[in-house]
Nanobody
Framework: QVQLIESGGGSVQAGGSLRLSCVVS????????MGWFRQVPGKDREFVST????????SYDDSVKGRFTVSRDNAKNTIYLQMNSLKPEDTAVYLC?????????????????WGQGTQVTVSS
């Protein structure tokens, strides 16, 4: 059974930073691309960032580009999302997900397994 567990969320003031982690069990992540998404109640889930299997290729939504950095440690079966210069509009539940592909994927439909998410709240 594949499980993804996110952690690191919390409440911060605008301009602050958080580092999210996503630990995967039941599947070795080293040959799969992974991604981060976020969702606000009543709105569609939206793409945040993705990273290829080896970590060489990354992609970001324009709204977070230059502020967020995705990385992975395959030895720890974990990916990370470093979030700097946070804004109130970044407030959401952040979810990680894993694909069956090696290349970075921006589309929700490409992802096979999802975590439950971690709440990030940014106050002004």
């Amino acid at each position: 059974q594949v499980q993804l567990i996110e952690s690191g969320g919390g409440s911060v003031q605008a301009g602050g930073s958080l580092r999210l982690s996503c630990v995967v069990s039941g599947r070795t992540i080293s040959t799969y691309a992974m991604g981060w998404f976020r969702q606000v109640p009543g709105k569609d889930r939206e793409f945040v960032s993705t990273i290829s299997w080896g970590g060489v290729v990354t992609s970001y939504d324009d709204s977070v580009k230059g502020r967020f950095t995705v990385s992975r440690d395959n030895a720890k079966n974990t990916i990370y999302l470093q979030m700097n210069s946070l804004k109130p509009e970044d407030t959401a539940v952040y979810l990680c997900a894993i694909t069956d592909a090696r290349s970075a994927q921006r589309e929700i439909a490409a992802y096979t397994y999802w975590g439950q998410g971690t709440q990030v709240t940014v106050s002004s």
